[in-house]
T-cell receptor, first 114, second 110 residues
Framework: ETAVFQTPNYHVTQVGNEVSFNCKQT?????MYWYKQDSKKLLKIMFS???????VNETVPRRFSPQSSDKAHLNLRIKSVEPEDSAVYLC?????????????FGEGTRLSVL | QEKVQQSPESLIVPEGAMSSLNCTFS?????SIWWYQQHPGKGPEALI?????GNKKEGRLTVYLNRASLHVSLHIRDSQPSDSAVYLC??????????FGKGTHLHVLP
């Protein structure tokens, strides 16, 4: 099965802790993304990578850091979580140059910060 | 910075009716435009895309794009309860950045 896989599905933690989310795509795509989706369903892009290179880095607090070991993996680390970090974090991938190809999303990681 | 506005925020239709969703972009930067469907607890899933002015039909879905007015609409014919979901409009501002609207919550009543 080819798709975008995210782990964990859920994570509950306390303010100030460090968390890491994993994302892997088995589609052979060269571009990967992290999005944050708030409780009102607004999806905001955080980062995008192309062939392990950071391309897009939106206005995101410095406690967020993406990590890419190869073009199939893009992880997200949050160094010291804040209450406003509670959200669903969605990973996606796409292939550049493929006409009109929509980014394909994983199921998301739901983060709750107590 | 390009923005995407969607309307209505919420739409309730009876089973079998036509559902019409709207999306407006703040500028003409987006080359490709997609509609996504998102069910609770799931990631968004791309439904249909459009690139050129005009319309495109796939099954019960029809999408219209008017680049002059920066408006795109999605119409779902013969809406079913299983169509109940959040519908997200998205466009690519550049090759590596896809932005989304806030979504329309569609409820199809049996």
């Amino acid at each position: 099965e080819t798709a975008v896989f995210q782990t964990p599905n859920y994570h509950v933690t306390q303010v100030g802790n460090e968390v890491s989310f994993n994302c892997k795509q088995t589609l052979g795509h060269d571009t990967m993304y992290w999005y944050k989706q708030d409780s009102k369903k607004l999806l905001k892009i955080m980062f995008s990578y192309n062939n392990k290179q950071l391309i897009v880095n939106e206005t995101v607090p410095r406690r967020f850091s993406p990590q890419s070991s190869d073009k199939a993996h893009l992880n997200l680390r949050i160094k010291s979580v804040e209450p406003e970090d509670s959200a669903v974090y969605l990973c996606a991938s796409s292939q550049q140059g493929s006409n009109n190809q929509a980014p394909l999303f994983g199921e998301g990681t739901r983060l709750s910060v107590l | 910075q390009e923005k995407v506005q969607q309307s209505p925020e919420s739409l309730i239709v009876p089973e079998g009716a036509m559902s019409s969703l709207n999306c407006t972009f703040s500028n003409s930067a987006s080359q490709s435009i997609w509609w996504y469907q998102q069910h609770p607890g799931k990631g968004p899933e791309a439904l249909i895309s459009i690139f050129s002015n005009g319309n495109k039909k796939e099954g019960r879905l029809t999408v219209y794009l008017n680049r002059a007015s920066l408006h795109v609409s999605l119409h779902i014919r013969d809406s079913q309860p299983s169509d109940s979901a959040v519908y997200l409009c998205a466009g690519d501002t550049n090759a590596y950045k896809v932005i989304f609207g806030k979504g329309t919550h569609l409820h199809v009543l049996p």
